[in-house]
């Protein structure tokens, strides 16, 4: 027999209180339409049904829910594993590289690169080589390396090698003097804006007469720091009439004085992205170079370079970049945001920086998945945080102890309540994970949220304690009286008792940016509450399950209390 409309429902809210520890009608609405089509002829009934066994699961304790929930059955929908293929690739002989440069913290941009670089090589039985592109000494610093490697590390990437592509200075110089004896490079002294004006108009300037060996003078003095910045440049002899903007002469070295996080005041003269990006992929045996879309235009240069100078040609694969809705990535918009304290620095749980993902409890097994779901694909995306944290969330469910936390706690008082222990399980279904126990007094303390529910006459539980009446309620203090009786309570509240309860603050994260781009003031709640006695011995990066509240990880013990970023 098929089942009932009202089977549906039962068996989808019973599942979505599981997969989000509480039953949300809004997502499960489209799974029982899926199932059920003719309920759609009545979308005010079918909600109304949805509503209301939303409500009387969620009073279920979890014990209950999971017993209803196994008396249904649901078909796993296979996912077909997304191997990532590289065109030419020969198995054992996949070089690729990850080549970040050193001027800002790793973002979840560079997490996908990076795991794109490294899953790629997996796959292949090959490598990936850490390539450090740090040829723009104004903005590259040892600190920025160092924080790409622990970024890395945590991400659980491994790579075969490292390089500087700053350590290889000499070999450009040389390089940049073979492309002018084969009159593909020159020197322009033109100023900045002639040059900008003449791409414009797709004319050459007259530096692009200049022979082979008064380029090649010039560019020793450029070398020696005998010309100033702005005073020239090398550029590539491209095609000035060519469609292709980036084949229009591009530089390829240009004069930065600023002493180099490496290489110190060794050199002057600094080479483009455009030179060494093939230069390095080729001499560094890479097979596949990944980068993101953007580049594409580029493409051209990349392989014209590397014609000219005779060397091999790796494959090029480019794919879209990622970035989080309404969150800052680059370090030009995160830097202004620091300096005004607008946030906390690089590690602030509302951006998208591998420091702040880890601060906010984001696991480096959720960023992997959520990454590589979009694998090499160039269609742009710019997702919110959701996908993310409901990865975060599900392996979050699997190892994390659960806490009592009571937010914005008004006192409760029991009458003629008996002495009594409390045994709370860590975890629902992990019975491995052990047990605390909680002591009783009396006197407790409830959400407020909760308290403001509660009318006078009603019989509650408080969660895995006992059930009581209430028979007082003023703003501040419920007064409720002991009730022997241990059948079902439709309400069962969170509950720490006043004595020994923590006080807490927890930070909420929520988008840092509005739609237009403009700096939220309000991005960054805090919820003050008190939660259990055991929550003193949680070390700083624990993350725990407050009951009813979400994830939050352990961020910092304070004179005052415990400090808690909010996860998901």
Request: aromatic share 8%; charged share 30%; glycine share 6%.
């Given at each position: 027999?098929?089942?009932?409309?009202?089977?549906?429902?039962?068996?989808?809210?019973?599942?979505?209180?599981?997969?989000?520890?509480?039953?949300?009608?809004?997502?499960i609405i489209g799974k029982v339409?899926?199932?059920?089509?003719?309920?759609?002829?009545?979308?005010?009934?079918?909600?109304?049904?949805?509503?209301?066994?939303?409500?009387?699961?969620?009073?279920?304790?979890?014990?209950?829910?999971?017993?209803?929930?196994?008396?249904?059955?649901?078909?796993?929908?296979?996912?077909?594993?997304?191997?990532?293929?590289?065109?030419?690739?020969?198995?054992?002989?996949?070089?690729?590289?990850?080549?970040?440069?050193?001027?800002?913290?790793?973002?979840?941009?560079?997490?996908?690169?990076?795991?794109?670089?490294?899953?790629?090589?997996?796959?292949?039985?090959?490598?990936?080589?850490?390539?450090?592109?740090?040829?723009?000494?104004?903005?590259?610093?040892?600190?920025?390396?160092?924080?790409?490697?622990?970024?890395?590390?945590?991400?659980?990437?491994?790579?075969?090698?490292?390089?500087?592509?700053?350590?290889?200075?000499?070999?450009?110089?040389?390089?940049?003097?073979?492309?002018?004896?084969?009159?593909?490079?020159?020197?322009?002294?033109?100023?900045?804006?002639?040059?900008?004006?003449?791409?414009?108009?797709?004319?050459?300037?007259?530096?692009?007469?200049?022979?082979?060996?008064?380029?090649?003078?010039?560019?020793?003095?450029?070398?020696?720091?005998?010309?100033?910045?702005?005073?020239?440049?090398?550029?590539?002899?491209?095609?000035?009439?060519?469609?292709?903007?980036?084949?229009?002469?591009?530089?390829?070295?240009?004069?930065?004085?600023?002493?180099?996080?490496?290489?110190?005041?060794?050199?002057?003269?600094?080479?483009?992205?455009?030179?060494?990006?093939?230069?390095?992929?080729?001499?560094?045996?890479?097979?596949?170079?990944?980068?993101?879309?953007?580049?594409?235009?580029?493409?051209?240069?990349?392989?014209?370079?590397?014609?000219?100078?005779?060397?091999?040609?790796?494959?090029?694969?480019?794919?879209?970049?990622?970035?989080?809705?309404?969150?800052?990535?680059?370090?030009?918009?995160?830097?202004?945001?620091?300096?005004?304290g607008k946030v906390e620095g690089?590690?602030?749980?509302?951006?998208?920086?591998?420091?702040?993902?880890?601060?906010?409890?984001?696991?480096?097994?959720?960023?992997?998945?959520?990454?590589?779901?979009?694998?090499?694909?160039?269609?742009?995306?710019?997702?919110?945080?959701?996908?993310?944290?409901?990865?975060?969330?599900?392996?979050?469910?699997?190892?994390?102890?659960?806490?009592?936390?009571?937010?914005?706690?008004?006192?409760?008082?029991?009458?003629?309540?008996?002495?009594?222990?409390?045994?709370?399980?860590?975890?629902?279904?992990?019975?491995?994970?052990?047990?605390?126990?909680?002591?009783?007094?009396?006197?407790?303390?409830?959400?407020?949220?909760?308290?403001?529910?509660?009318?006078?006459?009603?019989?509650?539980?408080?969660?895995?304690?006992?059930?009581?009446?209430?028979?007082?309620?003023?703003?501040?203090?419920?007064?409720?009286?002991?009730?022997?009786?241990?059948?079902?309570?439709?309400?069962?509240?969170?509950?720490?008792?006043?004595?020994?309860?923590?006080?807490?603050?927890?930070?909420?994260?929520?988008?840092?940016?509005?739609?237009?781009?403009?700096?939220?003031?309000?991005?960054?709640?805090?919820?003050?509450?008190?939660?259990?006695?055991?929550?003193?011995?949680?070390?700083?990066?624990?993350?725990?399950?407050?009951?009813?509240?979400?994830?939050?990880?352990?961020?910092?013990?304070?004179?005052?209390?415990?400090?808690?970023?909010f996860s998901c």
């Open positions: 027999m098929a089942p009932t409309l009202e089977e549906i429902i039962l068996k989808h809210t019973l599942k979505n209180a599981h997969d989000y520890r509480l039953a949300i009608p809004g997502r339409i899926g199932e059920f089509p003719d309920a759609k002829a009545d979308m005010k009934g079918t909600m109304k049904l949805i509503n209301e066994e939303a409500k009387r699961v969620n009073a279920l304790s979890h014990e209950a829910m999971l017993k209803e929930l196994s008396n249904f059955t649901f078909e796993e929908k296979k996912e077909e594993k997304k191997e990532i293929e590289l065109p030419g690739a020969v198995q054992g002989h996949v070089v690729t590289r990850f080549p970040p440069e050193p001027s800002g913290y790793p973002h979840i941009g560079h997490a996908k690169a990076a795991w794109l670089d490294y899953a790629s090589a997996i796959r292949y039985g090959g490598k990936m080589l850490l390539r450090f592109d740090d040829t723009n000494p104004e903005k590259e610093k040892q600190e920025y390396v160092e924080a790409l490697k622990r970024g890395l590390i945590w991400l659980g990437i491994d790579w075969a090698d490292e390089s500087y592509t700053s350590d290889r200075m000499e070999e450009f110089y040389t390089l940049c003097e073979e492309m002018f004896i084969k009159y593909k490079a020159y020197v322009c002294t033109c100023t900045a804006e002639q040059v900008k004006k003449g791409r414009e108009s797709m004319k050459l300037c007259d530096c692009a007469a200049r022979e082979p060996q008064e380029s090649m003078q010039l560019f020793r003095k450029m070398r020696e720091g005998k010309m100033e910045e702005g005073e020239a440049v090398v550029r590539f002899r491209g095609n000035m009439q060519s469609d292709n903007t980036v084949m229009r002469d591009p530089t390829l070295f240009r004069i930065i004085k600023a002493p180099h996080y490496r290489q110190g005041e060794k050199y002057k003269c600094w080479p483009s992205y455009d030179f060494v990006a093939p230069i390095m992929d080729s001499v560094e045996g890479i097979t596949h170079a990944m980068r993101t879309k953007e580049y594409e235009l580029r493409d051209e240069l990349y392989f014209a370079i590397l014609t000219i100078l005779e060397l091999r040609k790796p494959a090029l694969i480019e794919f879209s970049r990622l970035a989080i809705k309404n969150a800052p990535i680059s370090k030009r918009l995160i830097t202004p945001l620091i300096t005004e690089w590690d602030d749980p509302r951006l998208p920086t591998l420091p702040a993902l880890r601060r906010r409890g984001i696991l480096p097994e959720a960023v992997k998945k959520f990454v590589l779901s979009f694998g090499l694909s160039k269609v742009e995306s710019v997702p919110g945080w959701d996908a993310l944290l409901a990865e975060n969330r599900k392996l979050l469910d699997e190892r994390c102890a659960r806490r009592f936390l009571v937010a914005s706690p008004i006192m409760l008082d029991v009458q003629e309540a008996p002495p009594h222990e409390a045994v709370l399980k860590n975890h629902p279904g992990k019975p491995e994970m052990g047990e605390r126990k909680l002591a009783a007094t009396g006197e407790f303390f409830i959400a407020k949220n909760d308290a403001d529910a509660l009318q006078v006459g009603e019989t509650f539980r408080l969660k895995d304690l006992y059930n009581l009446v209430l028979v007082e309620k003023t703003d501040e203090k419920l007064v409720a009286k002991y009730d022997a009786d241990v059948g079902l309570a439709a309400r069962k509240l969170q509950w720490v008792p006043r004595g020994s309860g923590i006080g807490c603050t927890v930070k909420v994260p929520h988008d840092l940016l509005d739609e237009n781009g403009n700096f939220k003031p309000d991005s960054m709640s805090e919820e003050k509450g008190v939660c259990e006695p055991s929550c003193k011995e949680l070390k700083v990066g624990d993350i725990v399950q407050f009951e009813r509240f979400g994830y939050a990880r352990m961020d910092k013990h304070e004179e005052n209390g415990l400090v808690f970023v």
